[in-house]
């Protein structure tokens, strides 16, 4: 099972809905994930505390961060999706 952080600056509406759409998506692709949301400002405790497999940022992360993350904007825009789900999918492998 993978682990996946969802970030947006409060940890709110925007990261719950980037989560619900990775999540459908990743589904369809059969591959069994742990989605939670958080905010950014806590990225960096939560990757030391649980080593996720990645983490899906609505916003610019801190840098140094020791697991591959994403970028989620085409997600919430629709604009380059494709290319977003292949790189995530290509980093969950």
Do not use: W
């Not at 692709?29 to 400002?41: A, G, Q």
């Amino acid at each position: 099972m993978k682990t996946i952080f969802v970030a947006c600056g409060t940890g709110g509406v925007t990261s719950k809905n980037v989560a619900m759409k990775l999540e459908k998506f990743l589904r369809e692709n059969k591959i069994d994930c742990k989605i939670d949301t958080c905010k950014v400002i806590e990225v960096p405790s939560k990757v030391k505390t649980y080593h996720p497999d990645l983490v899906v940022a609505a916003t610019r992360l801190p840098a140094d961060l020791e697991v591959p993350s994403v970028s989620s904007s085409a997600l919430l825009t629709g604009v380059g999706i494709d290319k977003v789900y292949k790189e995530i999918l290509e980093k969950l492998q």
